[in-house]
């Protein structure tokens, strides 16, 4: 294709490669759909820069079919082809495209690895293309992880024989690979609804596919919500919904009963074991105690037949009375089905007992999530239990990792490798992975779970559904037949939920708000009543009030700036506060290890059988202060003093931490601090040193946690020689034994701010920091003068200060040039 052309248009049609999910045509300000038909017959006149500009569409037009065409025709392909024509999806190719002409919305739903994601939006692609629409279509599709959003898209690309970046790119947060050829663009389910604040109309946009529907992601169920507004409004724009076999419906009465296509599936069948079968096989040879137990159990649901079954059930599967009739040793090995905390020797046992006893074939586990993943990976990595690690590929698979390291996922390891793959429930459906003969799933995921009343938000392992247990069975059985093993009882599957709840129904929602803010779409309570399954009332009423407390919206409910700037910071609005403040006060180093340990885990590894080591080396890295936060901001810093030195795995293994999680939350430290360059909070052109001034002063890294977890606040009250805790909205609560203020009974200053709240056996803070009085008034939430006149309140007068007026009235200025730093445009 000529350059020169190509630039020219390019330049008309998209005027900067920007960072900005923009799409290709959208400067011209053209319908999407205004075909070329239309520019060569039209009777008003047009000036000549708009006939330029037809013409130029056209030339670009037929470039991109030739240039489809000659591909098409080489043989570098021809295999690449033969693949994609057996897949499913190629057998609706026509019903497909036949539906989207003559539909505006459209669901699609089909086995995973029918070729959705990867075949879908191609086929729209190649046709717009042979039909000389090239120049004008811009395809979207927008996937819930970064991850799948970069893996799909260098997947088509290669299928089409092109660089990525030519006509198929992708964009997520922070990173893009697209030109002005682009006319297939992947990008995250979040970039697209950023986008959405600068353009509402989508202008330009010919088709938006919004893929894995089914998972009920928040980011996904907000996005529909838009989109039926939007449609009548658009009637150019083609909607295509793509949902594993998945409740298809329920979408498509959504969307006024939108037709339906469903892939039938090309699977092999998958043999499945249960828990039971599964500790018989591999020698835990304790089926016959386990028949006993299933036994009475049985029988005593017989004699109390006026229970409702299913409650027994679960009472049942509360596991503690089901259980406690096992062995000790035995009891060890089943906390793989009990308590939050999965027992990987179960997993290893399976692992092992696949790799002695069954045929050749990827393994893939399915794990609660980071934690497990990067324990197990730690071991393999350190002192594998399979024996001589040359014979194996071990893979972690997540969806908050940086980058995938494709090829290795997908690609057949070399031989006498066994490849396996540990992941979340991203290999549910996003991600397949086709050599996979073995699954072996834990049967739980790590999922958010929101109580209102009491504001508690826990992200903790719970059972996965019914429908995430076949999604994951499914997995096996894609080149041959497979073998599914389920760490859990038959009878735990039995009681599982049909469907997952969708995470809007099951998370705090003040990021959520912030966005509805920032796109205008009205008031936060009206506009959520319109979703598929509208969120609890005081859950939005809690989002609300949280966001007026950090003065991220202002009593009206209207952005502040500050709330402004949070919604450009893909984080929790506590999380982006602490990072502003840490530019502000030049503390930024610790506040960016904090944010990376909050946003994804810290990096501290709680081993059951050497539990008091390891609380004692988190400790030593507290020191004096009082404070988890402060103890992993160490052990971070102690890391990277290692890792310069060459000695990062011995320092690692003596203070019980994660290699694996601090390159995490490096990686992500990085990711941040692009954030706030991005919004002009830092600059970087003045070097690391600018905004560190005041990076070791420990007074002033508790300062900025204060101003980070407002009002996450906690009163420590002297009773006699102990010290209790008390919360506003759950009154007395306990300190979590992980945490290094565990058991102290004696405290230097009277307050905490806390990470989160967990409810389990008692509610517990998670993660505390003893702070002073000095650190809430400077850098807590709003003051009100008391009642009494002698003292300020806070927390809606749960907290009171007494001080004289001088210092009051000192007070109230400092934070009033705190808040215009903080507001500044
Ligand atoms: O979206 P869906 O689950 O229906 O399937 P897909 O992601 O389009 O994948 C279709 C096929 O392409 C599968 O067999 C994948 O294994 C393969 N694929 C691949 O080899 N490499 C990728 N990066 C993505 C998909
Ligand atoms: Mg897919």
């Excluded at 459906?429 to 996979?436: A, E, G, L, Y």
């Excluded at 701010?753 to 939430?781: C, H, M, P, Q, W």
Aim: charged share 25%; net charge neutral.
């Amino acid at each position: 294709m000529s350059s020169d052309i190509e630039r020219r248009v390019g330049s008309l049609l998209n005027s900067s490669e920007s960072q900005q999910a923009v799409p290709v045509n959208d400067s011209s300000g053209t319908p999407a759909r205004a075909s070329n038909k239309s520019s060569a017959g039209g009777n008003v006149r047009k000036s000549d820069s708009l006939l330029d500009m037809d013409s130029a569409k056209e030339k670009l037009s037929l470039e991109l079919k030739q240039r489809q065409e000659n591909m098409k025709a080489s043989n570098s392909l021809r295999a690449m082809q033969s693949f994609r024509e057996k897949l499913p999806a190629f057998k609706v190719k026509s019903e497909f495209l036949k539906a989207v002409a003559e539909n505006q919305v459209l669901v699609v739903s089909g086995e995973t690895g029918c070729g959705k994601t990867t075949q879908l939006p191609q086929f729209i692609l190649e046709d717009e293309i042979s039909c000389l629409r090239g120049a004008d279509c811009s395809i979207m599709c927008t996937q819930p992880r970064r991850i799948s959003a970069i893996s799909v898209a260098a997947r088509i690309a290669s299928e089409r024989g092109e660089s990525l970046g030519e006509t198929v790119g992708y964009q997520i947060r922070l990173e893009a690979k697209r030109s002005a050829q682009t006319r297939l663009l992947f990008c995250t389910t979040g970039v697209l609804l950023r986008q959405l604040v600068q353009d509402p109309e989508l202008t330009g946009v010919s088709h938006l596919l919004v893929d894995e529907i089914h998972e009920r992601g928040m980011n996904e169920d907000f996005l529909l919500i838009i989109l039926h507004d939007l449609l009548p409004r658009r009637p150019d724009l083609r909607l295509i919904l793509m949902s594993a076999t998945i409740n298809a419906d329920l979408f498509s009465k959504y969307f006024g009963n939108a037709p339906i296509i469903h892939i039938p599936g090309l699977t092999f069948p998958v043999a499945e074991f249960f828990l039971e079968d599964v500790l018989e096989k591999t020698h835990y040879n304790i089926k016959s105690e386990f028949d006993n137990v299933e036994g009475n159990s049985r029988r005593r649901r017989q004699q109390d037949s006026k229970k409702d079954p299913l409650m027994e059930l679960f009472e049942d599967v509360n596991i503690d009375s089901y259980y406690k009739n096992f062995s000790t040793s035995t009891r060890k090995s089943l906390e793989a089905w009990s308590g939050s905390q999965l027992d990987l020797s179960l997993v290893e046992a399976t692992i092992e007992y696949i790799c002695r006893h069954e045929g050749d074939g990827a393994i893939l586990v399915f794990l609660t999530g980071w934690d497990d993943i990067s324990k197990l990976l730690d071991k393999v990595k350190g002192n594998s239990f399979l024996g001589d690690p040359s014979k194996f590929l071990v893979l972690p698979l997540h969806g908050s990792m940086p980058t995938l390291n494709q090829r290795e996922i997908f690609d057949r390891p070399p031989p006498n490798k066994r490849k396996i793959v540990l992941a979340t429930n991203i290999a549910e459906s996003s991600i397949t992975i086709d050599d996979v003969v073995h699954v072996i799933d834990c049967g739980k995921a790590k999922e958010t779970s929101y109580d209102a009343l009491n504001k508690l938000a826990c992200l903790l392992p719970s059972w996965i559904s019914k429908a995430s247990a076949h999604q994951r069975r499914g997995r096996a059985g894609r080149v041959q037949p497979g073998i599914c093993y389920r760490l859990y009882p038959k009878m735990i599957h039995d009681a599982m939920l049909q469907y997952q709840l969708p995470e809007i129904l099951r998370t705090p929602l003040q990021e959520l708000c912030l966005h509805i803010k920032s796109l205008q779409l009205g008031t936060v309570g009206s506009f959520l009543a319109k979703a598929l399954q509208p969120p609890d009332t005081l859950a939005v009423q809690n989002a609300i009030e949280l966001l007026k407390t950090i003065g991220a919206v202002d009593d009206m409910e209207e952005l502040t700036p500050l709330g402004r700037h949070l919604c450009t910071l893909p984080l929790d609005p506590n999380i982006g506060k602490m990072l502003l403040m840490g530019s502000i006060f030049q503390c930024l180093n610790p506040a960016l290890t904090i944010a990376a340990a909050l946003a994804h885990r810290d990096p501290f590894i709680l081993p059951i059988n050497r539990k008091e080591e390891a609380d004692a080396a988190k400790r030593s890295f507290a020191g004096d202060s009082c404070s988890d936060h402060i103890a992993l901001l160490k052990a971070f810093e102690g890391w990277k003093d290692a890792k310069r030195n060459g000695k990062e795995r011995a320092f690692c293994w003596d203070n019980f931490l994660s290699p694996v999680t601090l390159q995490m939350m490096e990686d992500m430290r990085m990711q941040f601090l692009d954030l706030l360059s991005d919004i002009g909070f830092v600059d970087k052109s003045r070097g690391p040193n600018a905004y560190n001034q005041y990076s070791h002063d420990l007074e002033m890294v508790c300062a900025i946690l204060c101003a980070g977890l407002y009002p996450n606040v906690v009163q420590c009250k002297r009773r006699g020689k102990r010290t209790a805790f008390y919360t506003k909205e759950v009154g007395k609560v306990d300190i979590h034994p992980a945490s290094v203020n565990a058991g102290v009974h004696q405290f230097p200053l009277p307050y905490m701010v806390y990470s989160e709240k967990v409810k389990t056996t008692g509610i517990y803070v998670r993660d505390s920091t003893n702070i002073s009085d000095y650190a809430l008034l400077l850098f807590g939430g709003n003051l009100i003068p008391s009642k009494t006149g002698e003292g300020i309140e806070m927390l809606g007068g749960y907290l009171h200060f007494s001080a004289s007026k001088s210092v009051l009235e000192l007070i109230r200025k400092l934070r009033g040039e705190l808040d215009k730093l903080l507001n500044k445009k």
